[in-house]
C-alpha cells in the first residue's frame, strides 16, 4: 500500500510518499480502504515535534507511529479479526 511516512520530527520536508506492507488486522480490528482522509492539527504539531512536552506522547527522539491519518472514510475489507465492535455511520 501506499503511505505519507515521516522519520523523524520537522517541517513539512520530512514526508515522505512511500509504499510501506500492508497490515493484518489483530484481535479486534479490521482492515480498511481507505477512500480519504485527513490530516489534523494535531498531527501537525506531532509531526513537528514542538512543544516538546507533545514528544512524550509521540517518541523522544523519533516519532513511534510514522504514518498519520486518524480521521478516515472507506470500505471494510478484512473482518479477520475476532468480532470486533459493530461499527457506527456517521453522516
Not at 34 to 61: D, M, N, Y
Amino acid at each position: 500500500m501506499k503511505a505519507i511516512v515521516f522519520t523523524h520530527y520537522g517541517p513539512l520536508d520530512v514526508l515522505q510518499f512511500k509504499k510501506v506492507a500492508k497490515p493484518t488486522p489483530r484481535n479486534k480490528e479490521v482492515l480498511i480502504r481507505i477512500h480519504a482522509t485527513t490530516v489534523t492539527a494535531v498531527e501537525c504539531t506531532f509531526r513537528r515535534g514542538v512543544p516538546f512536552l507533545s514528544k512524550l506522547f509521540t517518541g523522544l527522539t523519533k516519532p513511534k507511529i510514522t504514518i498519520f491519518g486518524e480521521e478516515v472514510a472507506g470500505e471494510i475489507k478484512d473482518r479477520s479479526g475476532a468480532r470486533p465492535a459493530a461499527p457506527t455511520p456517521t453522516g
